[in-house]
């Protein structure tokens, strides 16, 4: 394996590639999934589904293909969207009368679909949401974190007024917030999206953001309030009360599966995946060692162990493979399994097993008769623990003392010199897009969020100097 500081890129793609999560396809910046690969994001889309049901979300399904003119209804959107965008433009052999695109999000043509669907107050709020694929040509791709294709998930609301869209808008930036550190055991940074870093025809962009093992930042998940936009783009009104038109607050909000190539960087070392147990496609293997084979004694406990944890709901798997225990453990901690239990004949002399906790490095010695509880409390455990281990190397990597460019430069010189991680800078900024964009082009650093709870208040913009009038976290981005 590469080492995660020489080459952060090579050691991510060598260890999706040994996890055996993915693999290329013809068709560039696409990737097949593996079923490792994919069980992890059923297990992710499970955590949220749940969350958006229980406050009142449906699912449904919009097609993939949306007429060209339904982005010119909406000027912001098509401009944020048009380098990105895939065309049909033939089928059957014939050219087709109107361009088609493949979505990169359904705004516009869901926007069409409720202008349909909405004609009273009596039929708000609309509260759907999709899991689909969604296609970017992207110019730079990388398995999970950018890919031409990827899957997410995308919800889609209109309501009253702007402040039940608003109430919304916040109810979801708070459920992702919360899957992806309970359940990914990854920090977050919760903010508001500076305008250039808005979603393309939004009013206001929320976000989290996370911070990767090489210091980069990946946006893990947005919502947006769309105001009357796309509402007034495409003609989604309702009678109100007083028997009158008005046009619907629309709100949208998603994340994807990059969110599998966060926890990949942000909890895997140089042995290979680290993955919370929440979202382990296995979360604990049972391994035979030693001349197990000659003691039939050792494979009924495991059958039994295997057994008692599958009536829990653990997701556990048996290796009695003829390969040897070294192999055996290497290539489950390359997979990220979280518990792995070891059962000998001087162990089973002993009425005890061997705990090995994927993120820690000692084994722990357990009594046969306590094994399932064991295994069930490590399991809670170490989902605490990668959160705490995530959080504490987030604040050994932010850095609010840097004022202004000069020093910023130099901190970002100062930790390639010395092969460290620059890490994320908490700066003023005067609101000027001039400033935003110049600390950009000298820096690389983009503005990641405007934090709700800033770990302190920065009062003179980090690029002219002037006063401050948000605090900002900036940092590189994938």
Not at 69 to 94: C, M, N, R, Y
Not at 139 to 165: C, M, N, V, Y
Not at 186 to 201: C, H, L, M, N, W
Not at 246 to 272: A, F, K, P
């Amino acid at each position: 394996m590469s080492k995660q500081l020489e080459d952060f890129s090579k050691w991510y793609i060598e260890t999706i590639q040994k996890a055996d999560l993915m693999d290329y396809t013809p068709v560039r910046g696409c990737i097949a999934f593996k079923p490792d690969g994919y069980e992890i994001w059923e297990h992710i889309q499970e955590e949220m589904d749940r969350r958006f049901k229980e406050t009142g979300h449906r699912n449904a399904y919009f097609p993939m293909l949306i007429p060209e003119s339904f982005f010119q209804k909406e000027k912001d959107h098509i401009e944020g969207f048009s380098p990105e965008l895939p065309w049909v433009t033939e089928a059957a052999g014939e050219q087709l009368e109107e361009r088609l695109a493949l979505r990169p999000t359904s705004e516009t043509m869901i926007g069409h679909l409720y202008s349909n669907w909405i004609k009273s107050y009596r039929d708000l709020p609309v509260l759907i949401n999709q899991w689909a694929n969604v296609f970017r040509w992207e110019k730079k791709t990388l398995p999970f974190i950018r890919t031409s294709e990827f899957l997410w998930q995308e919800g889609h609301t209109a309501h009253i007024d702007e402040e039940d869209a608003r109430k919304e808008t916040m109810q979801m930036l708070e459920i992702y917030k919360e899957v992806v550190e309970q359940v990914l055991a990854i920090p977050v940074y919760d903010g508001q999206k500076t305008p250039s870093e808005r979603f393309a025809g939004a009013v206001d962009t929320y976000s989290i953001e996370a911070m990767m093992k090489n210091g980069k930042a990946v946006q893990a998940g947005t919502s947006h309030y769309l105001g009357t936009k796309f509402a007034e783009a495409f003609n989604i009104k309702y009678l109100n009360k007083a028997n009158q038109h008005e046009y619907v607050h629309t709100t949208s909000w998603g994340t994807s599966t990059r969110l599998i190539g966060s926890v990949i960087m942000v909890h895997g070392d140089e042995q290979g995946l680290i993955l919370p147990p929440k979202i382990a496609p296995t979360q604990v293997v049972l391994i035979p060692v030693g001349p197990w084979k000659k003691n039939p004694q050792i494979m009924e406990h495991l059958d039994e162990i295997f057994a008692a944890l599958k009536a829990k709901g653990i997701r556990v798997r048996l290796d009695d493979s003829d390969q040897s225990p070294g192999f055996k453990f290497n290539e489950w901690e390359l997979k990220g399994v979280p518990v792995r239990i070891e059962l000998g004949p001087r162990d089973l002399e002993n009425n005890q097993a061997l705990l090995k906790a994927r993120d820690e490095n000692e084994k722990q010695t357990i009594d046969l008769s306590n094994v399932v509880t064991a295994i069930e409390e490590e399991l809670t455990t170490m989902q605490k623990r990668l959160l705490e281990k995530a959080r504490q190397f987030r604040e050994a990597n932010t850095h609010t003392t840097i004022d202004t460019l000069l020093q910023l430069q130099q901190h970002i010189k100062t930790a390639k010199d010395n092969s460290t991680i620059p890490g994320w800078v908490l700066a003023g900024w005067c609101g000027d897009d001039a400033c935003e964009e110049k600390v950009k082009e000298e820096t690389k650093y983009t503005t990641r969020n405007i934090p709700f709870n800033p770990p302190t208040v920065k009062t003179t913009c980090i690029c002219c100097g002037k006063e401050a009038k948000h605090t900002v976290w900036f940092a590189q981005a994938y």
